[in-house]
Every structure is written in C-alpha cells, then in structure tokens.
C-alpha cells in the first residue's frame, strides 16, 4: 500500500486510509511502534514489540525460581 508524506502543520506526517486502520483495528489517540530494520524497511505495528521479549524474559525467571515462586505463593 503506498502512503503518501505530507505537511501537517510544523510536521511531516502520513493519513491513513480506513482499510488500513480498520485492518490494525485503530482507533483515535492510539499509538504506532516504528522500527526501522537493517535493510532500512520500516515496520508499523500497534503492538510494542518489545513487550514479547520481556515476556520471555519473565517466563524464564519464572521456570527458574517456580520453587521459590510457589513457595511464596503459600
């Protein structure tokens, strides 16, 4: 899909079309994480994509310390 740059007031900013909004199920006031990769593409998600990395992150520690965790639980 070819988005087109414009001036919006001070800035330069993209209009997305309804489909595309409809599609990431946006609404008003929701927020876009960019990441630009090596090659210079650029990816557009509305999840955080660093949210799955900490997730793994805590599932290790929690298979790590599942004793002490249970434990504490009590």
Same mark, same amino acid.
């Given at each position: ?7 919006? =007031?001070? $800035? /330069? ?5 309804? #489909?595309?909004?409809?599609? @990431?199920?946006?609404?008003? =006031?929701? $927020? /876009? ?5 090596? #090659?210079?593409?650029?990816? @557009? ?30």
């Amino acid at each position: 899909m070819k988005l087109e740059v414009q001036q919006i =007031g001070d $800035s /330069l900013g993209v209009i997305l079309p309804d #489909d595309l909004v409809g599609r @990431l199920k946006l609404d008003q =006031g929701a $927020s /876009l994480y960019a990441t630009v990769n090596a #090659d210079g593409s650029l990816d @557009l998600t509305p999840h955080d994509p660093t949210f799955g990395k900490g997730m793994k992150i805590a599932e290790k520690a929690m298979d790590t310390y599942r004793v002490a965790l249970t434990e504490l639980k009590k």
